[in-house]
């Protein structure tokens, strides 16, 4: 059973930052890639960041700039540290993975969704 577990969501105001981490627990034999997705009321989900086993990342234009994305292989784990924050930035936001179970198992999970509220 694979559980991702996020944190780091809330109420901030425009201009300030947020970071987001997410940690996956299972027995993992090895994690390709990791990224931070976002889904607005009334909006299709959309890819924010993403970051590859070899690090290689890839933004959303709108974030580029002011978001980063980063892991740590050894904890499982990845951040999103999103800073001059917007309200447009106002959704909930989802990490997505994508791993290798010890038995061989490869699979795409999604954490439970936190959100992030820009308004002042």
């Known amino acids: 059973q694979v559980q991702l577990v996020e944190s780091g969501g809330g109420l901030v105001q425009p201009g300030g930052s947020l970071r987001l981490s997410c940690a996956a627990s299972?027995?993992?034999?090895?994690?390709?890639?990791m990224g931070w997705y976002r889904q607005a009321p009334g909006k299709q989900r959309e890819l924010v960041a993403r970051?590859?086993?070899?690090?290689?990342?890839n933004y959303v234009d709108s974030v580029k700039g002011r978001f980063t994305i980063s892991r740590d292989n050894a904890k499982n784990t990845v951040y999103l540290q999103m800073n001059s924050l917007k309200p447009e930035d106002t959704a909930v936001y989802y990490c997505?993975?994508?791993?290798?179970?010890?038995?061989?198992?490869?699979?795409?999970?999604w954490g439970q969704g936190t959100q992030v509220t820009v308004s002042s």
């Open positions: 299972a027995s993992i034999l090895s994690i390709y890639a």
């Open positions: 970051i590859t086993s070899g690090g290689s990342t």
């Open positions: 997505n993975v994508d791993l290798v179970l010890w038995h061989g198992s490869r699979g795409n999970y």
